[in-house]
């Protein structure tokens, strides 16, 4: 009986974590399908971003597929740039911790799009890329 109280809190333990990976399985795959259509994407567990031409697509990940989407065009931007911790950063000496954000700043200066990413580097690499083809 001792034996079995022990092991119930483990099992318990197994159990949600068997669940939460089945949940975020379940996100990749809803991505994979979504990306499909992209030139270029990227997944996050605070977003994703899908870029085809000039239209640039984000939201936020679910199970169920992208909630809270948004589409925007880059020829309505006047300017990408990186945030961390809610400061502007220069993408060639970047912090190694804070919360990082691309943000847009619209032609329309009332206009803004921030898309939140996990890693530093990857959200440096994303803004040189979309630095690049918003010059072009």
């Known amino acids: 009986m001792q034996r079995g109280l022990v092991w119930l809190p483990l099992l318990a333990i197994f159990i949600g974590l068997a669940w939460s990976g089945w949940n975020e399985y379940q996100k990749v795959e809803a991505y994979r399908l979504w990306a499909q259509g ?17 239209e640039i697509t984000f939201g936020t990940p679910r199970r169920q597929g992208l909630i809270e989407r948004q589409t925007f065009s880059l ?62």
């Open 38 to 54: 992209f030139e270029n994407a990227k997944y996050d567990i605070l977003s994703v971003l899908g870029i085809q031409d000039q």
């Open 75 to 136: 020829n309505d931007i006047a300017g990408i740039r990186l945030l961390v911790n809610d400061q502007i950063v220069d993408l060639a000496n970047l912090p190694n911790k804070g919360q990082a954000i691309i943000e847009f700043l619209g032609k329309a200066q009332t206009t803004s799009y921030k898309i939140p990413f996990t890693d530093i580097e990857l959200a440096a690499k994303w803004t040189d890329y979309l630095q690049k083809k918003l010059a072009s």
